[in-house]
């Protein structure tokens, strides 16, 4: 595509559920991030896939935390047992040779 | 771990105004990334320096690094309405990291 999509663009829901944050990179882009934005501050890196291979995933908070890219193009981030404290814009990033990020419009997550 | 601080927090000026924002970094940078952020859409990149003393700009917009400082700094000329928004300061190293300042946000009355 033109630009990363992500979706959905605002997400509600009750603490306890689980959810899917999904992100589509531009087309041919081999490197794929997952940043976390709480109000006031600024991104924080959260993990990184280099095609399929998560290459890093230091900056995920704890085990409730999880993500994939099992084709090498889209990746989900997966949030079990949301808490208040994920409330959050979850932003994706994706890159053709590590620089030169491109950030879609962000997942806003509300846990309620 | 590298830490990057913006001054000001938040500036308000007059349309016409000139403005300097700027990112000082804890560490040497290698490359710094300037983003700007409108609510409700993503990160837009603005410009990306990696030389000691480069200086880029792009319309009205003029960044530059100052490597022996850890610094950079973002003036915009003659700021217009459209300038407005939060305006991300990101330093990405040897890897593939970016970490970012808190942002500063600009607000400009017409």
């Known amino acids: 595509g033109a630009g990363v999509s992500q979706s959905p663009r605002y997400k509600v829901t009750k603490r306890g559920q689980d959810v899917a944050l999904r992100c589509d990179p531009i087309?041919?882009?081999?490197?794929l991030y997952w940043y976390r934005q709480a109000l006031g501050q600024g991104p924080e890196f959260l993990t990184y896939f280099n095609y399929e291979a998560q290459q890093d995933k230091s900056g995920l908070p704890n085990d409730r935390f999880s993500a994939e890219r099992p084709e090498g193009s889209i990746s989900t981030l997966t949030i079990q047992r949301t808490e208040q404290r994920d409330s959050a814009m979850y932003r994706c990033?994706?890159?053709?040779?590590?620089?030169?990020?491109?950030f879609g419009s962000g997942t806003r997550l509300t846990v309620v | 771990s590298q830490e990057l601080e913006q001054s000001p927090q938040s500036l308000i000026v007059q349309e016409g105004k000139n403005l300097t924002i700027n990112c000082t970094s804890s560490k040497t940078l290698y490359g710094l990334y300037w983003y700007k952020q409108k609510y409700g859409e993503g990160l837009i990149f603005l410009m990306m320096?990696?030389?000691?003393?480069e200086e880029k700009s792009h319309e009205k917009i003029t960044a530059k690094l100052d490597e022996k400082k850890q610094q950079s700094s973002l003036h915009i000329t003659a700021s217009q309405p459209s300038h407005a928004g939060i305006y991300l300061c990101?330093?990405?190293?040897?890897?593939?990291?970016?970490?970012f300042g808190k942002g500063t946000l600009l607000t400009v009355n017409p």
């Open positions: 087309s041919g882009h081999v490197s």
């Open positions: 990101g330093a990405g190293g040897s890897n593939y990291k970016l970490t």
């Open positions: 990033a994706s890159s053709l040779a590590g620089d030169g990020y491109t």
């Open positions: 320096l990696q030389k000691g003393g």
